[in-house]
């Protein structure tokens, strides 16, 4: 075991044991969730303030189609209750459906949509359905639905839902791949919409972009992997990363939920270093940043020191950073001050400015006027301005003009000037006249196909 490797143990060790002695660190968990095992590989142990980084600007929406999935704990009871199966007639299940939809006792409709959960085959799935189709679409019980039908159904659940107004392709597909992994795989691999007829009620009618609805059906599956497998989910996520099909991005679903069911901190970061090199372990060791830094910043920022000197790690510092200033900017500032030189050390210290600008911009801006001219003071107004460019995008761009290094200031000025325009643009084009940008960079500022960043 290597000197990072034992550095790595000892401080999450440490971490968790003092976690668990005052119940600091314990994880949302359900009742009915049993505890998934974490695959560990190879020998490491290891909107929301976030890293700017450069997304799929492509999200589709059906109603409101990127709604929040079920949790694993419904997921598993899913997987429990098909396991008792019943015989319905269609009698039965109208009976109970009325009972569903009508009944004022909730133990009395939970019990009701159970059972027909119970009773749910290939055979009788449009019947059920048609009993809880009243239900919104994000809700409980329609989710926990189409994830049973994609579990006993898989692709014919799943094509049911082209011809629907709401998202149940989605949950389907993550039924479909928590007990058919190779099937649901497999098939979105091979998918080619864009010459398949049946997608054109979505692409064609409703005109959906291809990459955003193969993106929203990928991350379907990516979560009924994740449940089961998660080393399995990271795999395939990477996969189709490399083949243009998903972006990395999704490699936050597998990493969640292995941070929900991981019992300490070693665990979590363990699971994610072990990863194989490249951008979704670096994905996963951001998200796991992110996660524990909200509850342990300093703690977290020890861990983090592990990767000081890797490329890559960039949202690993902009979270301890943007998280530990949220609550004691001194203290983050500090601790962005004396790493390394390197990116990851202005990273951390861009992190830490932009949440301090949304806690107190006053005093952030006052410390800003106090740094003397550095690299780590360019850092510095990069995170700033690009929050302050929401309250007053005027201010911001003076900062972001501020910036030394040339290359840096324009990324920023572009960056700034692109929040201003979507903020409503009022005085934008004036200032863009005089700004010294060239033709092209205006161009892509003003355009509303620019890609957006996060």
């Not at 193969?214 to 996520?237: W, Y």
């Not at 929900?260 to 699971?271: G, H, I, K, V, Y």
């Not at 902009?318 to 050390?345: F, I, K, M, Q, T």
Request: charged fraction near 25%; hydrophobic fraction near 40%; glycine fraction near 12%.
């Amino acid at each position: 075991m290597g000197i990072k490797t034992m550095r790595l143990h000892l401080i999450w060790g440490i971490a968790a044991t003092a976690a668990f002695g005052v119940g600091y660190f314990v994880l949302p968990s359900s009742s009915e969730k049993g505890r998934v095992s974490i695959p560990r590989t190879g020998e490491r142990a290891g909107s929301k303030s976030g890293l700017e980084d450069e997304r799929d600007g492509s999200r589709v929406k059906r109603g409101e189609m990127a709604g929040a999935g079920l949790g694993a704990g419904a997921k598993e009871g899913i997987s429990s209750i098909l396991s008792q199966k019943v015989v319905l007639s269609e009698g039965e299940i109208t009976n109970l459906g009325e009972t569903f939809r009508g009944s004022s006792d909730p133990v009395a409709k939970r019990l009701a949509f159970s059972k027909l959960l119970q009773g749910l085959t290939a055979e009788n799935a449009l019947l059920i359905r048609g009993e809880i189709e009243g239900q919104d679409h994000r809700s409980a019980e329609f989710q926990e639905f189409h994830y049973a039908w994609g579990a006993v159904a898989g692709v014919d659940a799943i094509m049911f839902g082209i011809d629907t107004e709401e998202d149940d392709m989605k949950p389907a597909l993550a039924g479909w791949a928590g007990v058919n992994p190779g099937e649901a795989m497999a098939w979105i691999e091979g998918l080619d919409m864009e010459n398949d007829s049946r997608f054109d009620p979505l692409l064609k009618d409703r005109k959906l972009e291809v990459n955003g609805l193969r993106h929203h059906l990928v991350s379907g599956i990516v979560e009924g992997l994740a449940d089961t497998d998660p080393r399995q989910a990271a795999e395939f996520v990477e996969r189709m990363v490399s083949s243009g099909q998903a972006h990395p991005g999704h490699m936050h679903i597998v990493t969640g939920e292995v941070l929900r069911a991981a019992e300490n901190p070693l665990e979590a970061s363990t699971w994610a270093d072990g990863l194989p090199e490249g951008r979704m372990r670096n994905e996963a060791l951001g998200r796991v940043a992110d996660h524990f830094a909200g509850r342990d910043p300093a703690g977290t920022a020890q861990w983090a020191e592990g990767f000081v000197s890797e490329p890559g790690m960039e949202r690993v510092f902009w979270e301890v950073g943007a998280n530990w200033a949220g609550r004691d900017p001194e203290a983050a500032l500090n601790w962005a001050s004396n790493l390394p030189e390197g990116e990851n050390r202005q990273v951390g210290m861009r992190g830490s400015l932009n949440s301090w600008a949304r806690r107190d911009p006053t005093a952030a801006g006052e410390y800003l006027q106090d740094m003397p001219a550095s690299p780590m003071r360019d850092a510095a107004v990069a995170g700033y301005s690009t929050h302050v460019v929401w309250e007053d995008p005027t201010a911001a761009m003076s900062w972001a003009e501020s910036i030394a290094a040339p290359e840096q200031r324009q990324e920023v000025m572009v960056e700034v000037a692109r929040s201003w325009r979507r903020k409503g643009g009022q005085g934008l084009t004036e200032w863009l006249n005089g700004s010294g940008l060239s033709a092209d960079v205006q161009e892509s500022i003003m355009s509303s196909r620019d890609r957006r960043r996060r």
